[in-house]
């Protein structure tokens, strides 16, 4: 049997909800009548052309992801509906019961009952021969009744999971999907593996969280190795959430990447409809080229009404099967929303360009109104912070007085919801799943004047994308205003989570020992995490402040402010257009006679200082950032320690410089002619000046800027 695969991909639709495919019976065997989104998976295994239908988001969220065919031998699980009993799962499975009355489709499911709490049980299955770099989607339905723990603090529910093991049985990596709790009927689970070095041995699990009771059953998973697509579609026009709003005359463009295109006989096929279904544009089927990159342009027509529009690639063979579909939300808006990206990755609050210069809070080792407190946020605004992301605020009722505070202080707020997912420790409320927590705080704090933009990701992985593809369709559902900004410190997940951010963020800490040789993961980091958002999403990256021993529980230093320095303007040469500090909490940690983690007062006043002068220097060069007119200039002596860019500004050119190494290092750049020298910070450093060529000296983990007229 072959499947037709349709990928909702770019801007609104998502093809990383996951493939709904089963080899099983097409039955819905719950007790409710077939939804949407059945049907759309119906219809995709039907190989029904979808290129006039308005996909609804729940239509979306079951439709098949893959490139090309999926067929049944694909799915790397043997027995994944368990139509043949226990044949292929651990003996685990014997715990349970295989289920002939209640099944997400075909004959059977697992179920699976636990009233003691300290019972645990985890079935599994090996996927076989895997190879580092290969790409696993992993997924499955799961219903359940009265799941609960009295364990709140702990990570709970139903779930499924995927680890890696290397050859001698080690364990490297997994990654978890989203578990769910509470009375629920069928439930799609979805998660992506990325098999990192050193694993050879993978294996597919499912469970209830260890502390939780109640009954689940599962049934209909699926697990397989990534291909890559045909087309590889990014939208050039709009480039913000699919939002047209600046200039609604400007031509909708796409730039289509053609992959492996396996016959000259595959034409591509593209339509435009409204929100109503009706199509009001249809491109001639053109033929794509076994590869390449070619652009689709459409000039929208005048008098076209607000609303919603979908546009739709179907790559089809001869036969007019669809081998791949990729449909993009766009939405036309009647004027520019409060805040968002613009098209060379700067952040626009209120017509204005910002560069948001943040900081990280949380509840600080003080109880009581102490992530709130007047004090906290008025030494934030007066050091020079524009932002503030705290992670205190997230599900709480009394987030108003926090948004109020950080206005009094002239403070942004980046709002938190990282934690806010269904059975994560950090979320403990088992009365009301967590996009319903999240539904009422969007709808409560969206019009709060401040608000810049909502947090739905830190470090999270791979494991939660179908949690986190929920929350940002959420999001824009609910609020058109303000952007999602994510961050991550495994730099391969951007390109899945692509479709699921407005801006982009990495986190490296490189200050991590007594000595540290380099501080050149930051600019990696920040080119990657460039690269990953296309330029066509915004990228704030995080500065390390924090003293790596409250972490990870070993000597170690904070950062000084030479180093601080250097991180900043290794992210700011590297492209981002706002910065993140990490962390106000934990400058006021100190360690005892006992090397205990104690409240400190003068821990922090020691930091703060250097903490106050790095953001009076940052501020100071923020408006040639927002300028954004980049003079490229090149180097006759290139130490490939040595990260530099030139801004011009006002008639001044800004030459900025930053060492990555802790070693002395030099380099030569070309200036424009007769442009002299008139300023710089680099203290301890040589600068020269001979002609048009600018020579320096740069001491170890030395940056700063050089002005020029």
């Keep these: 049997m072959k499947v037709t695969i349709i990928i909702l991909s770019v801007v609104c639709l998502t093809h990383f909800y996951g493939c709904a495919f089963d080899a099983k019976n097409d039955r819905n065997q719950t007790n409710e009548a077939p939804t949407e989104s059945t049907a759309a998976f119906d219809h995709a295994k039907s190989n029904v052309r979808l290129l006039s239908q308005a996909l609804s988001q729940e239509e979306v969220l079951q439709t098949a992801y893959n490139s090309y065919y999926?067929?049944?031998?694909?799915?790397?699980?043997?027995?994944?509906?368990?139509?043949?009993?226990?044949?292929?799962?651990?003996?685990?499975?014997?715990?349970?019961?295989?289920?002939?009355?209640?099944?997400?489709?075909?004959?059977?499911?697992?179920?699976?009952?636990?009233?003691?709490?300290?019972k645990y049980d985890i079935i599994s299955q090996s996927l076989g021969s895997v190879s580092p770099g290969d790409v696993i989607h992993f997924s499955?339905?799961?219903?359940?009744?009265?799941?609960?723990?009295?364990?709140?603090?702990?990570?709970?529910?139903?779930?499924?999971?995927?680890?890696?093991?290397?050859?001698?049985?080690?364990?490297?990596?997994g990654e978890f999907s989203t578990t769910l709790s509470g009375t629920f009927d069928w439930t799609y689970l979805k998660g992506i593996y990325v098999v990192p070095q050193g694993v050879s041995k993978v294996a597919f699990r499912f469970f209830l969280r260890s502390k939780s009771t109640g009954t689940v059953w599962f049934d209909d998973f699926l697990a397989y190795i990534e291909k890559p697509n045909h087309l590889i579609v990014t939208p050039q026009n709009p480039y913000y959430r699919g939002y047209i709003f600046e200039n609604n005359r400007t031509p909708w463009t796409l730039e289509i990447q053609f992959n492996d295109i396996k016959s000259d006989d595959w034409i591509l096929n593209a339509s435009i409809v409204n929100g109503d279904g009706k199509q009001i544009h249809k491109e001639s089927a053109f033929k794509p080229g076994r590869s390449g990159i070619s652009q689709l342009s459409w000039q929208p027509t005048s008098g076209l009404s607000s609303g919603k529009y979908k546009w739709v690639l179907s790559l089809e063979d001869q036969k007019?099967?669809?081998?791949?579909?990729?449909?993009?939300?766009?939405?036309?808006?009647?004027?520019?929303?409060?805040?968002?990206?613009?098209?060379?990755?700067?952040?626009?609050?209120g017509g204005r360009r910002i560069f948001p210069l943040g900081i990280y809070l949380?509840?600080?080792?003080?109880?009581?109104?102490?992530?709130?407190?007047?004090?906290?946020?008025?030494?934030?605004?007066?050091?020079?912070?524009?932002?503030v992301l705290s992670y205190y605020?997230?599900?709480?009722?009394?987030?108003?007085?926090y948004f109020a505070t950080a206005r009094q202080h002239n403070l942004n707020v980046v709002y938190n919801l990282k934690d806010i997912y269904d059975g994560l420790n950090t979320y403990r409320d088992l009365k009301q799943p967590a996009l319903s927590a999240t539904k009422n705080i969007i709808e409560r704090y969206k019009g709060e004047p401040n608000l810049l933009a909502w947090y739905i990701n830190d470090e999270l992985g791979l494991g939660k994308i179908s949690g986190i593809a929920h929350l940002y369709e959420q999001l824009k559902e609910l609020d058109i205003n303000h952007p999602?900004?994510?961050?991550?410190?495994?730099?391969?997940?951007?390109?899945?989570?692509?479709?699921?951010?407005?801006?982009?963020?990495?986190?490296?800490?490189?200050?991590?020992?007594?000595?540290?040789?380099?501080?050149?993961?930051?600019?990696?980091?920040?080119?990657?995490?460039?690269?990953?958002?296309?330029?066509?999403?915004?990228?704030?990256?995080?500065?390390?402040?924090?003293?790596?021993?409250?972490?990870?529980?070993?000597?170690?230093?904070?950062?000084?402010?030479?180093e601080m320095r250097n991180m900043s303007y290794q992210a700011i040469i590297g492209g981002a257009k706002g910065l993140f500090y990490f962390a106000y909490h934990w400058l006021w940690n100190a360690h005892d006679a006992n090397k205990k983690r104690v409240f400190s007062a003068s821990a922090f006043s020691n930091r703060w200082t250097d903490v106050e002068s790095l953001m009076d220097e940052i501020n100071n060069i923020v408006p040639v950032i927002l300028n954004n007119d980049i003079v490229e200039l090149k180097s006759d002596k290139k130490d490939n320690s040595i990260q530099y860019k030139c801004w011009r500004f006002e008639g001044e050119y800004y030459l900025m410089i930053s060492n990555t190494e802790n070693k002395k290092g030099g380099i030569s750049i070309n200036v424009p002619s007769n442009v002299q020298i008139i300023e710089n910070n680099l203290e301890g450093m040589s600068v020269k000046q001979?002609?048009?060529?600018?020579?320096?000296d740069v001491k170890p983990f030395g940056s700063g800027v050089i002005k020029l007229k």
């Design 393 to 401: 605020y997230g599900n709480r009722n009394d987030a108003a007085k």
């Design 70 to 118: 999926l067929n049944e031998e694909q799915n790397l699980l043997q027995n994944p509906g368990f139509e043949s009993g226990t044949t292929g799962w651990s003996s685990e499975i014997s715990k349970g019961i295989i289920d002939k009355e209640v099944f997400k489709s075909g004959t059977a499911s697992f179920r699976y009952e636990r009233k003691d709490p300290n």
């Design 690 to 696: 001979n002609g048009n060529v600018v020579l320096v």
């Design 140 to 173: 499955g339905w799961v219903k359940g009744k009265d799941i609960a723990t009295k364990e709140l603090n702990s990570e709970k529910g139903a779930g499924v999971f995927v680890q890696g093991y290397n050859a001698v049985g080690k364990y490297i990596h």
């Design 362 to 387: 949380g509840e600080g080792a003080k109880k009581g109104d102490w992530a709130n407190s007047d004090e906290n946020l008025g030494k934030i605004s007066a050091a020079g912070f524009n932002t």
């Design 484 to 562: 999602a900004f994510q961050v991550e410190n495994k730099l391969n997940a951007f390109s899945y989570f692509y479709n699921f951010a407005d801006v982009f963020g990495s986190d490296p800490y490189p200050v991590e020992g007594k000595e540290v040789a380099s501080l050149n993961a930051v600019t990696n980091w920040t080119n990657q995490t460039v690269a990953a958002s296309k330029g066509k999403k915004g990228v704030w990256q995080v500065v390390q402040m924090q003293d790596m021993a409250f972490h990870k529980k070993q000597p170690n230093r904070p950062p000084t402010l030479d």
């Design 320 to 349: 007019n099967t669809i081998i791949e579909q990729h449909i993009i939300d766009l939405t036309l808006l009647d004027e520019s929303p409060e805040v968002y990206i613009d098209r060379e990755g700067f952040t626009v609050k």
